[in-house]
């Protein structure tokens, strides 16, 4: 099976912008999490999205938003960009049958940077 | 709230030495563990999770729940283990995994 697939792999914003960062899940996987990860503070919980709904949420302001496609493809949306949302994006998915009991598997990432 | 623990940002043995990798964890409930690594330039990657107990390159870990413990250990480091490693917690609830802050596993020739 293919694994986790992430468009853009790089991206350049300025302050103020927004962006959007898609994730294609491996075939068959319906649960999608977004996570960020920085130098200072590591890798963070985003959120989860299954069958088209948030089902679990971090703590991230609510610029950070997320939606889920029908055939499970997931985007992630920052509205305002800041300076401190400069970071790698990772996507994972896994089935989504049995929460809390399935491996996530990552995408590549997405490296944003915003100037 | 969940919490892991990784003490060593840095760790650097020589190839064929034994390695131990640490992670501690602290969870209000039965928790689902997993080892990641990241090699250069490559994505993050599942080594291994407890529930399998599988050896996977020959690493293996066991969960200790009386010291909450997680550590990963290789009897005889190999140049191609050099990587960061994360030990990470998912939720029994749903599908958060929490992330220890990583060890860089530096292996000499």
């Known amino acids: 099976k293919a694994g986790v697939t992430q468009t853009p792999r790089y991206l350049i914003k300025t302050r103020g912008q927004q962006v959007t960062l898609s994730c294609s899940p491996i075939?068959?996987?319906?649960?999608v999490s977004w996570y960020q990860q920085t130098p200072g503070q590591g890798l963070q919980f985003l959120f989860e999205?299954?069958?088209?709904?948030?089902?679990n949420k971090g703590n991230f302001p609510g610029r950070f938003s997320g939606r889920q496609f029908s055939n499970s493809r997931s985007e992630m949306n920052v509205s305002t960009l800041e300076l401190g949302d400069s970071a790698l994006y990772l996507c994972?998915?896994?089935?989504?049958?049995?929460?809390?009991?399935?491996?996530?598997?990552f995408g590549p990432g997405t490296r944003l940077l915003v100037l | 709230a969940q919490r892991v623990t990784q003490p060593e940002k840095l760790l650097s043995v020589f190839k064929g030495a034994p390695v131990e990798l640490k992670c501690n964890y602290s969870?209000?409930?039965?928790?689902?563990l997993f080892w990641y690594v990241q090699y250069s330039r490559q994505r993050l990657q599942l080594l291994l999770r407890?529930?399998s107990r599988e050896s996977i390159k020959g690493f293996t870990a066991d969960l200790n729940k009386g010291e909450t413990s997680f550590h990963l250990k290789k009897p005889f480091a190999q140049e191609e283990d050099s990587a960061m490693y994360y030990c990470a917690l998912l939720e029994t609830s749903g599908s958060r995994l929490t992330f220890g802050e990583g060890t860089q596993l530096t292996v000499n020739p």
């Open positions: 407890h529930i």
């Open positions: 075939s068959g996987h319906r649960s």
């Open positions: 999205y299954f069958s088209e709904t948030q089902r």
């Open positions: 994972a998915s896994s089935p989504g049958v049995t929460p809390g009991r399935e491996t996530q598997y």
């Open positions: 969870y209000s409930g039965s928790p689902e």
